[in-house]
């Protein structure tokens, strides 16, 4: 998603991912920056720094029923 500060000079893309697994999110953050084979990853990254990132988690109802019934949060 693109934002921009005139004032400031400053602009670029937030980089946004859904997925019930975070390996899902993991394997396309490698193949942005590291690449599928190595070394074709995105070249947006040539023109871009990172500044920031933050992981949220947003747990299913499952895990919300597994947790107030006292069982193992993840089915372990």
Same mark, same amino acid.
Request: charged share 10%; glycine share 6%.
């Given at each position: 998603m693109p934002f921009g500060n005139m004032s400031t000079n400053e602009m670029? %893309? +937030? @980089?946004?991912? +859904?997925? &019930?697994? @975070? &390996? %899902? =999110? $993991? $394997?396309m953050l490698n193949n942005m920056f590291i690449g599928v084979p190595a070394g074709n990853y995105d070249r947006l990254l040539d023109f871009s720094v990172a500044r920031t990132g933050t992981l949220f988690f =947003?747990? &299913?109802v499952t895990f919300l029923d597994n947790i107030a019934s006292g069982l193992p949060a993840f089915g372990e």
């Open positions: 670029g %893309t +937030y @980089f946004i991912a +859904y997925a &019930s697994l @975070f &390996s %899902t =999110v $993991k $394997k =947003v747990p &299913s």
